[in-house]
């Protein structure tokens, strides 16, 4: 005897069945991984030189370095007699340099500076946009909406589908970079891990809307990343707050905020506190996967035509 | 005199040429459209269309751009209409419960191409919301219907275009739908292919199913069946029996701009023929208003020849009447 057509049943299968067909690997899905590859080996080789401190900063342009303008205070300390006080100074700032700050360096280098603004919204891109791109450029799409599911549940069903890979991706590829980072990459694993979660998220339901909105979400999204996130959320001013990577390093910034780890210039960074980036990236997460699945539910697809 | 050559005004134009004989007591239509208009930007795709469909094969045709695919996806529920309303068994089409109701075949020639027949068929039979089970088994009697049981295994991809519609008319059957859409579901199918398909669709019609089969081939769709919708520039020209709408056709007078000399020798001519119900002069032309259009243009060819009349331009000026015409006329009993 024939079981009556089940939805919930097809929805079931909807996202099992898509989260395997993401599993096939694409242009984007190797470019995202020779970036990890590329981005591991930088910082394999950072924690290779040691260079997880401060000692290789500059307080200002053509003045010597940290490490540098310490070794001249431990010569001076030392000649033409050594000043037991001085030295003992000499190997606290020494200490706190090279030790202590390792977390501070790794943090605003590997983590804030490459990692949020370039490589989680360009990872998660990779899978987000692609999705549903690839059943609207191959013309596939028909197929889904000629079946008797709500357009909402095909949405859900797909982007849920799809959650797991850019989580894979950017909590994986998070994971490997902390690995190669040595001490200060185990430290900051756990630390800003949530933030990296949820980051992905908001990420996720923007590029995922971008591919339901428009034919090349690819190159779109793109031009997004590079532009929006990666240029524009470095700018000084308020601009940036149009921005997720903004509020992904805020949120991140309160909770290494016991660290002693802030933005190298408050002033300009002007951040907002930990429960407002959470609230503004758990409200984009929601509204823009809402929003997704209202132009969804309303789209004629010229791609089925 | 140009008021005689007006085609006719708007309303009278977007009335069908024939309309269905009223039947006594008829089960309520599976699809209805009720004066649906659907725009492209500035390009009206179909204009105020109203149409009834019940259990049955009606062939819906067309030239290119007519607006059949339009028609179809908008009872398949892929697009909206920007006025009017289209439902299925009283449902609106673009939701996901008429969607239940309707088998749709597109002429969209794409596919998961990895996937073999028998796999794509499977998903989209889970997609439906069918279990494992009968998943696979709703899928083995679909293969053996449309011919493709034992060829099912290989990947799309290296499919003939016969198997590919195959193919795609299964997945049209796989939730047994009251209504079938079918675009163009013979083309590329080989004559034997073709012979099975008909046979098909006529017993899908007798248990009872709703099919509308769009075709730029009258002659196919007069095998299946005599009942046709004829779309032209978006509107339904003509819907009914075929030889009604021919029937209907030749007693109903054609304007056609005949330019030609010496015209003198043409209009003395014409005068003399039966099928010619007026003739006007438009400058150097002649609106000639003809009944039979078939028997006239067979005369006029003859007359063109014998007295040598030097041709510059035939035209017909109902547009909607030209477009049914081509199809009559290009048919076997025409």
């Keep these: 005897m024939t079981a009556p057509l089940s939805p919930c049943r097809a929805w079931c299968f909807l996202v099992g069945w898509s989260f395997r067909r993401q599993a096939r690997g694409h242009l984007l899905v190797w470019v995202a991984l020779g970036l990890l590859g590329l981005s591991a080996l930088l910082v394999a080789l950072s924690t290779r030189f040691e260079r997880w401190n401060l000692g290789f900063l500059r307080d200002g342009r053509g003045r010597p370095t940290y490490e540098e303008q310490l070794q001249m205070f431990e010569l001076a300390s030392s000649a033409p007699m050594p000043h037991a006080g001085l030295q003992a100074l000499a190997g606290a700032v020494r200490a706190q340099m090279m030790e202590a700050s390792g977390l501070w360096t790794f943090s605003n280098w590997a983590v804030l500076g490459m990692f949020c603004s370039f490589l989680l919204p360009l990872w998660t891109l990779t899978f987000a946009t692609d999705a549903l791109a690839r059943e609207r450029e191959n013309r596939t799409l028909l197929w889904l909406l000629a079946r008797p599911l709500p357009r909402p549940a095909l949405y859900l069903g797909i982007f849920l589908a799809t959650l797991p890979w850019c989580l894979l991706l950017n909590v994986g590829g998070y994971t490997v970079l902390c690995m190669m980072g040595g001490k200060p990459g185990w430290q900051a694993l756990s630390l800003y891990l949530p933030s990296v979660f949820m980051g992905t998220l908001a990420f996720s339901a923007l590029f995922f809307l971008l591919a339901t909105a428009f034919r090349r979400p690819s190159i779109l999204a793109l031009t997004y990343a590079f532009f929006l996130e990666t240029v524009a959320g470095n700018l000084p001013g308020y601009f940036k707050r149009l921005s997720l990577s903004f509020y992904t390093r805020c949120a991140m910034y309160d909770a290494a905020r016991d660290y002693g780890i802030n933005p190298p210039r408050p002033g300009m960074f002007v951040a907002v506190s930990g429960p407002v980036a959470w609230g503004v990236l758990l409200g984009a997460f929601v509204i823009l996967l809402a929003l997704g699945c209202w132009v969804f539910s309303r789209k004629e697809f010229a791609e089925v035509q | ?334």
């Design chain 2, 1 to 334: 005199m140009r008021d005689l050559l007006e085609p006719q005004d708007a309303e009278h134009r977007s009335r069908p040429l024939v309309r269905p004989e009223p039947k006594v007591e008829q089960a309520p239509p599976v699809l209805l459209f009720e004066r649906v208009s659907k725009w492209y930007g500035p390009v009206l795709g179909l204009n105020q269309v109203t149409l009834e469909l019940r259990p049955g094969i009606t062939g819906l045709v067309g030239h290119n751009g007519a607006g059949k695919s339009t028609l179809l996806q908008l009872a398949a529920g892929h697009l909206r209409p920007d006025l009017g309303r289209v439902t299925l068994n009283g449902l609106d089409a673009w939701t996901s419960d008429a969607k239940l109701h309707v088998g749709y075949c597109p002429d969209l020639d794409q596919f998961y191409e990895d996937l073999s027949g028998r796999d794509f068929l499977l998903v989209l039979a889970r997609l439906t919301g069918f279990s494992q089970l009968d998943a696979c088994e709703r899928v083995e009697d679909l293969l053996r219907l449309v011919g493709m049981h034992d060829r099912a295994d290989r990947a799309l991809a290296g499919y003939s275009k016969g198997m590919r519609q195959r193919i795609k008319l299964a997945q049209a059957l796989i939730h047994d739908p009251a209504l079938l859409l079918l675009d163009e579901p013979l083309s590329g199918i080989d004559p034997v292919g073709r012979r099975e398909m008909v046979a098909l669709f006529l017993e899908l019609a007798r248990q009872g199913k709703c099919l509308l089969i769009s075709s730029h081939e009258l002659d196919e769709l007069e095998k299946l069946t005599d009942q046709v919708a004829i779309l032209a520039a978006g509107r339904i020209a003509a819907v009914g029996a075929l030889p009604r709408i021919r029937e209907l056709l030749d007693q109903h007078p054609h304007a056609i701009r005949v330019s030609c000399e010496p015209s003198d020798v043409l209009t003395r001519h014409l005068w003399q023929w039966e099928e010619i119900v007026g003739i006007e002069r438009d400058a150097q032309d002649l609106i000639v208003r003809a009944r039979n259009p078939k028997r006239f243009f067979e005369k006029l060819s003859l007359l063109i020849i014998e007295e040598n009349l030097e041709v510059r331009r035939i035209e017909t000026l109902d547009e909607s009447t030209s477009d049914v015409l081509n199809y009559l006329l290009g048919g076997t009993r025409a």
